[in-house]
């Protein structure tokens, strides 16, 4: 059983592209801050950072939100430049990593209101990774259990 | 602000009169942190997921348990209760049908802001009475989803089993159609309403004493347990026995 949980995928975020950087070290060079970040993706958007250490895969950066009337609080800009910071040692980690889902899993720790960071695996981008969570320690007991699948049932 | 000490006052420090009593105020701040400690910890939630063991992964029963005993028969009303708490016209846990509420941010994207959804009331009863809070806190509804996937199931049992810290899971309702199979309460999501479209929303159902427990148990939870050794990081330097003078 999948320790993740897809509860939103691509189409419910209904998510248009803003823009494409070819390299990581082009991308910081550009919007390496969190004013940046902000100021060039709008609510709605997401921008892609693709990168010979992703491989195959890409960095989606995206909002949700839409704060533009808002002063971003100097907290969150902290919290922006922390995770792309952090994301940038993750350009290491997610080359050696032997699990990528892993690296998923660090990134999606980083999820703030304003801007969300994801790896999409571009192969597989029709999948659901724009927002996965972590389920708290379930177990792995969902085979024997039963479900009921209907209204009577229940109420029996 | 000036303060006078009544005789009353005296009595609690042990002294008979302002001439008896000395500048200082003794105090044992040991047996304050003994008296708080009884109300934060996971002992009630560990207590509930003990008791719901018996049912092991058989979720079909646990959710037919939950539809037998977590509403009342009929929505509370101050009629139907014998006025034993006075006229009301909304309770804690009370679930309600408005197209009023606001949610902030849906975790789960099957909100229409625009259309009717249901909602449980989270504060405590008097705190949703007319005229007193301006805004109040919600938890929103999502309907429980055909369980088809493994994803899904997991989330399910997770919440019946008491697992699960952000969604309280309450059964079908009689006569709403939607959540066939229960609905999520999203307690990860800020949802509220203005306290006045609140009293002329559609109350649906009301927990039952039961449920209502169950909710408080999991709101506590929810809000207050603490992370391992979160007390020993918060440890100050005082001491057990204080004189403040």
Not at chain 1, 99 to 115: C, G, K, Y
Not at chain 2, 33 to 59: A, G, M, R, V
Request: glycine letters at 4%.
């Amino acid at each position: 059983m999948s320790k993740y949980l897809a509860v939103l995928s691509n189409r419910d975020y209904n998510l248009t592209p803003v823009g494409r950087h070819n390299s990581w070290s082009q991308f910081t060079r550009s919007l390496g801050s969190a004013t940046s970040i902000i100021s060039a993706i709008p609510a709605g958007k997401f921008l892609e950072v693709f990168d010979n250490k992703f491989n195959d895969d890409s960095l989606i950066i995206f909002r949700r939100c839409d704060f533009d009337n808002l002063n971003m609080l100097s907290s969150m800009s902290s919290k922006i430049s922390r995770c792309l910071m952090q994301i940038d040692k993750m350009t290491t980690t997610y080359e050696n990593a032997k699990n990528p889902i892993d690296v998923f899993s660090l990134i999606h720790e980083q999820v703030q209101m304003a801007v969300e960071f994801a790896v999409v695996p571009t192969t597989t981008s029709t999948d659901d990774y724009f927002s996965t969570f972590e389920l708290e320690n379930h177990e792995d007991d969902s085979n024997e259990a039963t479900f009921p699948t209907s209204r009577k049932e229940i109420e029996g | 602000m000036k303060t006078t000490l009544t005789k009353q006052h005296f009595q609690l420090l042990g002294k008979k009169s302002r001439g008896d009593m000395s500048n200082e105020v003794k105090l044992d701040v040991d047996e304050l942190k003994k008296i708080l400690e009884t109300y934060h910890n996971k002992e009630c939630w560990t207590k509930i997921q003990k008791w719901f063991e018996p049912f092991q992964s058989d979720n079909t029963k646990r959710a037919k348990f939950f539809a037998k005993i977590m509403y009342t028969q009929d929505v509370l009303t101050a009629e139907n209760t014998n006025n034993v708490i006075g006229s009301f016209n909304v309770l804690q846990g009370d679930v309600i049908k408005t197209k009023s509420a606001n949610t902030f941010n849906p975790i789960i994207k099957d909100y229409n802001p625009l259309e009717y959804n249901y909602y449980v009331v989270i504060p405590s009863s008097c705190s949703v009475q007319p005229n007193r809070y301006k805004w109040v806190l919600l938890a929103r509804l999502s309907p429980v989803e055909p369980l088809n996937d493994g994803k899904r199931k997991s989330i399910y049992e997770s919440v019946l089993k008491f697992k699960n810290g952000k969604i309280f899971y309450l059964p079908p309702i009689k006569g709403v159609q939607e959540g066939a199979l229960g609905f999520y309460g999203l307690f990860e999501e800020i949802s509220y309403i203005e306290n006045n479209r609140l009293q002329s929303s559609s109350r649906v159902a009301s927990l039952s004493e039961i449920g209502w427990y169950l909710l408080n148990a999991f709101i506590v939870n929810h809000l207050t347990r603490p992370p391992k050794n979160e007390n020993k990081a918060r440890t100050t330097n005082h001491p057990a026995k204080w004189c403040i003078k």
